[in-house]
């Protein structure tokens, strides 16, 4: 699909980051899922943190609320969450692994107190594009460095992620 430059530069969020070196600091990882078919619906959230979730087996959609749409998961899919960002995890079938993190450390936000829920409930509704977010971060030379990070990514070895993630 042929996307003008302008039409990507508004589907994409950017995210300042702080000056300073990077802290990463794992907040919270977790196994879920189950065998058995999940629901079509999912509940709009917002989390405090970064999180990154990879879809191991099944399948699930990812919504957007900033563009009122989804994005299908299949297995080998990664989904990346910035904080403030408000989303609906949809749970179809299948398992996956989620990991919560700061880029900056944060050890005053505790595991479980960094999602907010909303009473928002949503079902599927394609998008014909992936939302992107620009995370920056001031450059040595004074200018910004820019990484853009999909909503969602299928990645080129899942079971390596998996096996990396799972610890």
Do not use: C
Not at 91 to 119: C, M, Q, Y
Request: charged fraction near 20%.
């Amino acid at each position: 699909m042929d996307v003008s430059p302008d039409l990507i530069r508004w589907r994409e969020q950017t995210i300042p980051l702080p000056a300073g070196p990077l802290s990463p600091w794992l907040r919270l990882a977790h196994v879920a899922g189950s065998g058995r078919p999940g629901s079509h619906e999912a509940s709009v959230r917002t989390i405090l943190d970064f999180e990154i979730v990879l879809l191991t087996s099944g399948s699930g959609w990812v919504w957007s609320d900033d563009h009122g749409g989804s994005v299908a998961m299949k297995p080998g899919d990664v989904a990346f969450f910035p904080p403030h960002y408000r989303h609906g995890w949809g749970h179809e079938t299948g398992w996956h692994i989620a990991v919560h993190f700061d880029l900056h450390a944060n050890p005053k936000l505790f595991a479980r107190e960094n999602l907010k829920s909303t009473p928002k409930v949503v079902r599927p509704n394609p998008l014909d594009f992936i939302p992107r977010f620009a995370l920056t971060l001031p450059g040595t030379s004074g200018t910004l460095e820019k990484l853009i990070f999909p909503l969602v990514t299928t990645v080129r070895a899942p079971g390596l992620w998996r096996e990396k993630l799972e610890r």
